[in-house]
């Protein structure tokens, strides 16, 4: 007797061109040597939008759904769910763990297990018992519209005077994340010539919130001393238009996965971590604080600078 065999993305890509083509359900089960009610299942269960069956979205549910049940099996065994639990509140990792449970309990699980059920299922409740956060690839706000940014100009198309700072007025932007539950985040300007610093508090990452920062942290400038502002692919940066309107000035993306091509900005995110280190909430941070960072920057001699402060620089260069 032949064993069932589920169906694999191949089938489901078959499926969509049957369908597409207006072929019956038993044409379908045919074409795939399948039974006609396992091909109705698969339409009924699978990914639709206005009728319409999608064999890709519908093979990357059903890994997730499968990857979900899996993690949620393993934990429903109370033994490790209790063994879990009490080595994580003893401050021992995911990774102590994995070596230990064999050997005291004979079952076995993953670090990698561990840290996914605490981030999927339980992350309320365990993830304060993690002595190191571990990045994890789960995406929290998978069911958020992906924002688009538009009409982006590559960094290679940026000017010389960009490049080789031999101007004021080209500025790198960056953000700051909060600790984990904040939703402000700190706004990072720097121009490349002067090395000259301005941090803006975000209430939220929001695109308009931080166009308007921007506009607000460059103001202080002649609007004919803005040349150009590079930005990185996050997507509190799709209103770069608006901002280009204002300042009358010309934006620029870096490559993605590319931050060391705006590394200005990066250097003195640095800087700022010093004060604000990664796991403190910016909602308790005031502007007289991020004032005092900003000034501390803007006052501290640097040796690409011949040893003069990104102030004293910016004198130096009188616009």
Known sequence: MKKYKQLNYEDRIAIRYGLFHHMSIRE????LGRSPSTISREIKRGVTIDGTYFAESTERELKRKKLNDKRKRIMDNPI???????????????????????????????????YEYIYRFKYDEWFKYLTRKKKYNYKKNKGKKKVTIKNKVNISERPKEANERL????????????????????????????????????????????SSSIVVALSEYNILHIHSITYDNGC????????????QCQSYFCNAYHSWEKG????????IRRFLPKGTNFDNI?????????????????KNLGWKSPNQFFESVAL
């Open 167 to 210: 101007e004021f007025g080209h500025f790198e932007a960056d953000t700051i994340f909060s600790c984990s539950g904040s939703k402000s985040a700190l706004l990072v300007l720097v121009d490349r010539l002067t090395r000259k610093t301005h941090i803006k508090k975000l209430e939220r990452k929001t695109a308009s919130l931080t």
């Open 264 to 271: 200005m900005v990066e250097n003195i995110n640095g800087l």
């Open 236 to 247: 509190e940066f799709a209103g770069h238009e608006d901002v280009n309107k204002v300042l």
């Open 286 to 302: 005031t502007d007289e604080q991020i004032k005092r960072i900003e000034n501390w920057i803007n006052n501290r001699s640097m």
């Open 28 to 31: 379908i089960s045919r074409m």
């Open 80 to 114: 490790i769910y209790a063994y879990v639990e009490c080595r994580l509140k003893n401050k021992q990792s995911p990774a102590i763990i994995q070596r230990d449970m064999e050997r005291d309990v004979g079952l076995k699980i993953g670090k990698d297990a561990i």
